[in-house]
């Protein structure tokens, strides 16, 4: 099924490893974006892509990087982690004009111990 | 992008209508109003979005008021599994720029 496709599905970590989210999506959009959920909370921006080439800072960017690869996959970097990043993470993609608007992946539940 | 009020939480009775309120107020001309809903913490759904005009698709209809102030999602006839957190947001440019979760509604379905 065409959509956006997060791996992995759940990940726990040691503070202060490393590890790379990564997102990819197939129905040719052109921006991209990460999210995190905390637990009672709606989703906060980390990162976005508006196009191939592009990144930008959202709400919440502090402790992460990104990389948008190709106009197909976009990953988000924890370089070292902490329990204040335990989150579910979602990535989702959009483009102009595109009926059922943005596209969600069905999220990365990551837990920093 | 305009803010958004949604009420925390509603009941709804199954096989009933669920209406879903949203203030907007700030909305300016351009700005798209869109609703989503999450389903016990999996990806955010999307269900349907308007500029002016009322919409209706398979899932819900969109009752924007002609001053763009508010709207309205309806969902015909709520099943159990309609039970979800429905978000109201407005955004200016349809399809390229960031959406902005509020709390959102929590909707529970009650048979």
């Known amino acids: 099924n065409a959509g956006v496709t997060q791996t992995p599905k759940f990940q726990v970590l040691k503070t202060g490893q490393s590890m790379t989210l990564q997102c990819a999506q197939d129905m040719n959009h052109n921006s991209m974006y990460w999210y995190r959920q905390d637990p009672g909370m709606g989703l906060r921006l980390i990162y976005y892509?508006?196009?191939?080439?592009?990144?930008d800072k959202g709400e919440v960017p502090n402790g992460y990087n990104v990389s948008r690869l190709n106009k197909r996959e976009f990953s988000l970097r924890l370089e070292s982690a902490a329990p204040s990043q335990t989150s579910v993470y979602f990535c989702?993609?959009?483009?102009?004009?595109?009926?059922?608007?943005?596209?969600f992946g069905s999220g990365t539940r990551l837990t920093v111990v | 992008d305009a803010k958004t009020t949604q009420p925390t939480s509603m009941d709804c009775a199954e096989g009933r209508a669920a209406n879903l309120p949203c203030n907007h107020s700030?909305?300016?001309?351009?700005?798209?109003v869109y609703w989503y809903r999450q389903i016990h913490s999996q990806g955010p759904q999307y269900i349907i979005h308007g500029l002016k005009n009322n919409e209706t698709n398979e899932m819900a209809s969109l009752i924007i008021t002609e001053d763009r102030k508010s709207s309205t999602l309806i969902l015909p006839h709520a099943t159990l599994r309609d039970t979800a957190v429905y978000y109201c947001?407005?955004?200016?440019?349809?399809?390229?720029?960031?959406?902005?979760f509020g709390k959102g509604t929590r909707l529970s379905v009650i048979a």
């Open positions: 947001i407005v955004i200016r440019n349809s399809g390229n720029t960031p959406l902005v």
């Open positions: 989702a993609s959009s483009s102009p004009g595109r009926v059922y608007g943005y596209t």
């Open positions: 892509s508006a196009s191939e080439g592009t990144t």
């Open positions: 700030t909305i300016s001309g351009n700005e798209y």
